[in-house]
């Protein structure tokens, strides 16, 4: 969502009549939680969201494991019109932490046997979108998982916001999202070079789809949700969402007022955006996966942490659905686990294996696209790992 043409698209369709979709998510309600025990940088912690939320983020919660034992705190609204205060409790949109629960999931199928990672994308997909969407037939499942297809990303597709904002809940269906890609020139040459693109997890999404003979979802939910006991994620649409589920918000005009943006639905529950979760989800699912190591297989997992060249721009590295990040800070200081930025939610999922540091948080404002409040958000990730690692 890189692309700055469709925020303009965005101001203009706002002020048009919305008569062709209705609202799927309402407003939030409460939850109840009982904190946790003190930790001795309760107040640090605690004082980094509450500085965030003064300078403009909605709310903010977050869940941080280090040397001293688990905190988590809260700063700010889920709901600012009802007045519902953001909660430990609160679900939020994971945005493209969903990206690693799909690899979750494919990565567990490979070893089932189910599929190969090296199989050749025209093994599973309709011949149509081998067809129409360039680099498709030179790419493998495992080039769709760390992003070295070179395929053109959907959401940086003008025509898809456009649709968006003509029916912004509309529930979007593989089949419908990757037209928007057909004849796009790719980024690179398959296999040359590494560009993050949503397209292909949307395309293992559809591969998945094919392997499991029905719907991903299903899948999901029964070889990874259940197992680990994740019990407040949903993998929106497919899933109802709960009343406690935070509003989503960004400041369209980039003037200082946010905008409540939860029913823009920008592809959820096709393999690269969809869940929503808890702090406590993610940090169950990122230390049973990487810290852990009690869902994959050692060879398996070994294949997931193989990594690019590092992305500069971004200070990361794409493993299968999984990042190696913060290679801004220290050579110590990287962590395993996956970003998620969307119109109206942004979230963080990390385990610092160096450290033996879990970080998670949600926050329901997009980061995105440009404002000014994602600069504060990036102030926001830099300050509260500086907090993190301070002895």
Request: aromatic share 12%.
């Amino acid at each position: 969502m890189r692309n700055i043409l469709w925020i303009v698209l965005l101001f203009t369709a706002l002020l048009l009549p919305q008569s062709c979709g209705k609202v799927e998510i309402g407003p939030s309600s409460d939850c109840n939680y009982t904190s946790p025990s003190a930790h001795p940088k309760s107040a640090a912690y605690q004082a980094v969201l509450d500085e965030y939320t003064a300078k403009g983020l909605p709310g903010i919660t977050a869940l941080i494991r280090d040397q001293h034992g688990v905190w988590v705190g809260v700063s700010g609204w889920a709901d600012i019109d009802a007045r519902i205060p953001m909660r430990p409790c609160t679900v939020s949109k994971g945005a493209s932490t969903t990206k690693t629960f799909v690899a979750v999931l494919a990565l567990l199928l490979s070893e089932e046997g189910k599929l190969s990672l090296d199989d050749p994308l025209d093994k599973w997909l309709p011949g149509e979108v081998i067809e129409k969407v360039k680099n498709a037939r030179e790419s493998t499942v495992r080039m769709l998982l760390n992003h070295t297809t070179g395929i053109a990303d959907v959401i940086e597709d003008n025509n898809f916001y456009l649709a968006v904002l003509n029916d912004p809940p509309h529930k979007w269906t593989s089949d419908e999202l990757i037209k928007f890609v057909y004849g796009d020139d790719p980024l690179f040459p398959a296999g040359s070079d590494t560009e993050y693109s949503n397209t292909n997890y949307l395309l293992l999404a559809m591969v998945l789809d094919k392997v499991t003979g029905g719907d991903h979802s299903a899948a999901l939910r029964t070889k990874v949700l259940e197992p680990l006991g994740l019990d407040d994620t949903y993998y929106y649409w497919h899933d109802d969402l709960p009343a406690e589920t935070a509003q989503g918000y960004f400041d369209l005009y980039n003037n200082g007022t946010i905008l409540n943006l939860t029913n823009y639905n920008t592809g959820s529950g096709n393999g690269y955006g969809g869940i929503y979760t808890t702090v406590f989800d993610l940090q169950t699912f990122i230390e049973a996966l990487v810290r852990d190591k009690r869902v994959l297989k050692a060879e398996t997992l070994d294949q997931m942490l193989t990594f690019t060249l590092p992305d500069d721009d971004y200070n990361r590295a794409n493993g299968l659905g999984m990042f190696k990040d913060f290679l801004e800070r220290a050579p110590d200081q990287f962590a395993y686990g996956h970003r998620g930025r969307d119109l109206g939610y942004t979230a963080d999922m990390f385990w610092f294996p160096n450290q033996d540091y879990t970080m998670t948080y949600l926050i329901n404002y997009g980061t995105d696209a440009k404002s000014a409040l994602k600069d504060v958000f990036t102030d926001f990730r830099k300050e509260i790992v500086d907090v993190m690692m301070a002895q």
